[in-house]
């Protein structure tokens, strides 16, 4: 069981590009969120989703999109990259909203 | 609202203790506690429901005092492998009970 996987690891990018990081989860969970993560920050919640078909906005969600047409993935996508979006991204998932969330990998993401 | 944790950072030897703070400014219903280490994504520890309770696992263990809308995590005996960054994510009652808001995180360093 890979419990979840995100791709890509790290992703170099031009400023105005368009990206999808990709998320995925094997444990049929029905929650799933996206964070950014950057230094003295903390975790901040961008978009999340408390089951399929159904997606909400965190605390930073300007510039990212979501969707979540299954229960297994949950993509995110920056329509037209910035500077200030660099930062590392992580999906995490949740048996139902609200409860212990585990985390992905991480995609650490630069854009220039 | 994001909580907030203190220290922001603390250094140990190996073998001595250390308490993380995380502190609401609204009623607390849970709270989740989770360990990052560098360069991974964060994991979690315990998770405290609104009544008191006290949780441990390891030598680590945690508080919840509803009244002062605060949290402790207790670091006890602490070994090279408690090195990380502390995050606490609170639910706040009477709102939205699906999302989590994680403090800045508090970075343990456990030296020999």
């Known amino acids: 069981i890979a419990g979840i996987t995100q791709a890509p690891t790290s992703q170099i990018l031009a400023a105005g590009r368009r990206m999808t990081l990709r998320c995925t989860q094997d444990m049929r969970h029905n929650a799933m969120y996206w964070y950014r993560q950057d230094l003295g920050l903390g975790l901040r919640l961008i978009h999340y989703s408390n089951t399929a078909g159904t997606t909400g906005k965190g605390e930073v969600p300007d510039g990212y999109s979501v969707s979540r047409a299954n229960t297994d993935d949950f993509p995110l996508t920056l329509a037209s990259a910035v500077p200030s979006q660099t930062s590392v991204y992580f999906c995490?998932?949740?048996?139902?909203?609200?409860?212990?969330?585990?985390f992905g990998p991480g995609t650490r993401l630069l854009v220039l | 609202q994001q909580p907030v944790q203190s220290p922001q950072a603390v250094i140990l030897r190996e073998g001595e203790d250390a308490v993380i703070n995380c502190s609401s400014s609204k009623a607390l219903y849970s709270v989740h506690w989770y360990r990052q280490k560098h360069g991974e994504a964060p994991v979690f520890l315990m998770i405290?429901?609104?009544?008191?309770e006290q949780k441990g696992h390891e030598k680590i263990s945690a508080s919840f005092n509803e009244k002062k809308q605060q949290s402790s995590l207790y670091l006890t005996a602490s070994q090279l492998s408690y090195s990380g960054t502390y995050f606490c994510g609170t639910k706040n009652s009477g709102g939205s009970n699906y999302k989590l808001t994680f403090g800045k995180g508090t970075l343990l360093t456990v030296n020999p």
């Open positions: 405290l429901l609104k009544g008191g």
């Open positions: 995490a998932s949740s048996a139902q909203p609200g409860e212990t969330q585990y």
